[in-house]
């Protein structure tokens, strides 16, 4: 009787068993099938963006590892950097359309992690050279006074701080989010000796979008904007299926009250670097053109030209299947011309959040 029992019972353990392998397997499916759904729909929407030829190279080439530099510190001690890359320096090649000495491997290889010098200061950061690069573009000058307005984790703001004199240039590093804010006081910190890091850099935690009404006009302002890092979503399952052609949109909307805000704090004749890691034209030309012909504020598109990447209506892009791995990053400079076209420069009509 037992023995019987036993084996219905094992045998309801199998069925269970089989069932939920089942419902394993379906749900999978699902999966795979949603992933497939959302890849159509994505390369359906940026074919129509980069034309039938290039589309299928430049998704190989989103896909493969993201490359990165290192941006060698200039408070670090330099013989330290230079005996704790020895054995790597073969490998190592500068990027010299970079003016702060920056190094690429060779062979993609990962690089040894950043770690302190014997003053406890950081010795190198990892990123893309095009982060380096878009900085580049809004040609620091040494007494600049500097706004970051969406800063964390970093890169950009280390690398006007390597730009900047101790005596007389400033920088704000601005970033909504408080745990990303943590973050990125904790890499000004360990990259900047303290007499520097008192004179020259403050961190703030404000809404970009409401970055107005601040007493001081900055000569230079930098905005790397939240956007929809389609690389990044390439190399992350769960996030890239929930992309929709309705996220680049809302993306679209807030670079744009972010740019209104950059622009608003620039003073006049200062320059504004607006940047993004999209490949989509919503979230990089057209942002710039709207400001350009719908912004209250008068703004002009400076031309520039780099040796690496090329040419967009109002900017510049690099794109990794045309520059050996680098970016994307799309970067553009303006220029603001005056004040505001209306009275009372702080009161934005709802039209411009269209
Ligand atoms: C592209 S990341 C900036 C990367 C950074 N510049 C770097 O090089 O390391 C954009 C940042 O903007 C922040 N952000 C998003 N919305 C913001 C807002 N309204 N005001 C300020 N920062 C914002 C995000 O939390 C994110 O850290």
Redesign the pocket.
Known sequence: MSEEKNKRKGNKKEDKKKGASKKKEKALLRETEKRNAVMTAFSKYYEAEWGSERWPILLEALKRPVRHCIMINKYAQIDQVKAKLKDTLHDLVMLDFLSIPCYASKTCSRFPPPSKDSHEITDYYI?DAG?VLATEALDIQPDDHVL??????????LSILQRLDKQYGRLTS????SD?RRRLRQVIESYLPPDVLADVSTVVG????RYYGEPEQYDKVLL????SSERHLLHDEKEFELWTPKRTQMNAK?QFS?LKAAVHAARVDGLILYGT?SISSLENDKVIEKMIKKGKIPVEPVKMKWPIGERTKYGWIILPDKTDGWGPLYFALLKRTGVSKEDGEDSESSDDNE
């Open positions: 990123l982060s970051d307005l969406c800063a964390a984790p970093g890169g950009k703001t601005n970033e909504i989010a990303r404000r809404d970009g979008t790397d904007a939240p956007c807030r972010l890691c």
